[in-house]
């Protein structure tokens, strides 16, 4: 069979079956250190598609730019919604497969079907307050991050005005999930338990099962509050945009926000700051420019937070690179490896100010993240503060030694180890003065974060220097 390309270049495509062709495991120790190497092999090998086996399920990868847009662009060839993989419909997808739970929940980036749509619509519209830079909403929430951060930054600096920290655990994971907290409206600290639960599920270790029934009775009480009592924040706004929505579907998607935003935003952080003191050279232009903003961009573009995302299945069998892909197969899209094709990387020019922003770490088409611009927000918000209050940081660590978190979705570091040192007070820039009626954000009283799980998990981390 011979697929034709656009440019005239045809190729001999591979009719073999996916259960046939006996993948090579994709979530290995060489993976999980040298991710970019094992892309480089498998297109190599394969081409711009490879089929891969995720611990003991077969798939598809999707290495090649031009192919992961002509499938995330395309909803009704490559649906997403796990009711079109053919392979669990006939009962061949283990029960106990490890990725089963975090897709199973299905919630606005999981679903597909008709139903989509109206979630899809009601998520934009309760977003929207948060992520309109004209609205009230918007502007109290960048003022809280702002303080959440600086919290998180004072916290720090009680181990001396110079020192260790583990930027990870001690700014870049907490502070996306205090935003997520206030997005969500928990009342004072009480979402702080909720949190380190988060935390828990993010990180699945062996405790990560009795988080995640914590974490779902905790949300579900948090929307039966809301639904009883609506207030200013995303729940209300999510109810009143979709008020067909069950508890436990709330739940849900509540349940996305807190995980998947705040994983992303942590990541985001974390990476930026690694680009910037790690020495390359136009994220640190772009951060000693003010430009914070295109320091992220830079930084996405060589180390996506989110390197494959969810998977979306063929609608019929399709021509895709060198292979046929059956109806029903899964299909995983790696922004990472796309980013490194030779057709993407090679016309992204590093030297100019502005970089391309046609890279794919927030997804393409009609469903493209919903949460890009809340997520850009935040951490924009933090990468400046560290840099403000902050006179030197400097990685603990080599670069190429820095431990990362073993994922199939996300590329995170398990911890950033860096030296700081405190600017001095006459140093440090004020934080962009708010409007009058943003000015004061409600932040949970001093004596009620101290006491939260929270709160005593950080202190317990602060390192005395001097």
């Given at each position: 069979?011979?697929?034709?390309f ?10 073999t ?7 090579q ?12 190497l ?5 297109r ?14 077969p798939a ?19 649906p ?7 392979a ?15 897709l ?6 999981i ?13 934009d519209?309760?977003?929207k ?29 009680q ?16 502070l996306?999930l ?18 380190m ?14 988080a ?12 039966a ?5 609506p207030g200013?924040d ?7 945009a ?7 579907e ?9 995980g998947m ?7 985001l ?6 680009e ?17 903003r ?9 180390k ?5 995302f ?35 990387a090679?016309?992204v020019?590093?030297?100019?100010t502005?970089s ?21 927000t935040?951490?924009?918000v ?15 660590l ?9 994922s199939p ?19 440090q ?38």
């Amino acid at each position: 069979m011979e697929s034709q390309f656009d440019d005239g270049a045809s190729v001999d495509l591979d009719d073999t079956r996916l259960e046939e062709l006996n993948p090579q495991p994709l979530l290995t120790r060489d993976y999980e250190t040298r991710p970019a190497l094992v892309y480089e092999q498998l297109r190599q090998q394969h081409g711009p598609v490879a089929p891969v086996d995720l611990l003991g399920v077969p798939a598809w990868l999707v290495l090649g730019y031009r192919e992961s847009l002509q499938v995330l662009q395309d909803d009704d060839g490559w649906p997403k919604g796990l009711e079109n993989w053919r392979a669990r419909t006939e009962g061949r997808v283990p029960a106990d497969w490890p990725l089963g739970p975090s897709l199973e929940v299905n919630h606005v980036l999981i679903q597909g079907g008709r139903g989509y749509r109206t979630l899809r619509t009601a998520w934009d519209a309760a977003l929207k307050p948060f992520q309109d830079p004209r609205h009230p909403q918007a502007k109290r929430l960048r003022t809280a991050v702002t303080a959440y951060a600086d919290e998180l930054i004072t916290l720090i600096a009680q181990g001396g005005s110079t020192g260790v920290a583990d930027l990870s655990a001690q700014f870049s994971r907490p502070l996306p999930l205090m935003v997520a907290s206030h997005l969500l409206g928990f009342p004072g600290s009480q979402g702080d338990d909720a949190l380190m639960d988060m935390w828990r599920v993010l990180d699945a270790g062996p405790d990560a099962e009795p988080a995640l029934e914590r974490l779902l009775e905790t949300l579900a009480q948090l929307a039966a509050a809301k639904l009883k009592e609506p207030g200013d924040d995303f729940p209300s706004y999510l109810l009143a945009a979709h008020p067909d929505l069950s508890l436990d579907e709330l739940a849900r998607e509540l349940f996305m926000l807190l995980g998947m935003t705040s994983d992303h935003v942590g990541i985001l952080v974390s990476n930026t700051v690694v680009e910037v003191v790690s020495g390359e050279g136009g994220v640190r232009a772009s951060l000693s420019a003010g430009m914070v903003r295109e320091a992220m961009n830079r930084a996405v573009m060589r180390k996506p937070p989110l390197v494959n995302f969810v998977p979306r299945f063929a609608a019929k069998d399709t021509p895709l690179g060198n292979y046929t892909i059956r109806a029903g197969d899964p299909v995983w899209v790696s922004s990472a490896a796309a980013h490194a094709d030779p057709l993407f990387a090679e016309h992204v020019e590093g030297s100019t100010t502005i970089s391309t922003r046609a890279h794919l770490s927030w997804g393409a088409g009609r469903r493209q993240c919903p949460a890009r611009e809340l997520a850009s927000t935040v951490a924009a918000v933090g990468v400046s503060r560290l840099f403000e209050r902050f006179s030197d940081l400097a990685l603990a660590l080599p670069a190429d030694q820095l431990p990362w978190r073993a994922s199939p979705f996300m590329r995170g570091l398990r911890s950033l180890p860096v030296r700081y040192e405190l600017a001095s007070p006459a140093e440090q820039p004020a934080p962009t003065d708010p409007e009058p009626e943003t000015a004061n954000p409600v932040l949970p009283d001093r004596s009620a974060r101290q006491r939260s799980s929270l709160w005593r998990y950080l202190t317990g981390l602060i390192r005395p220097g001097r």
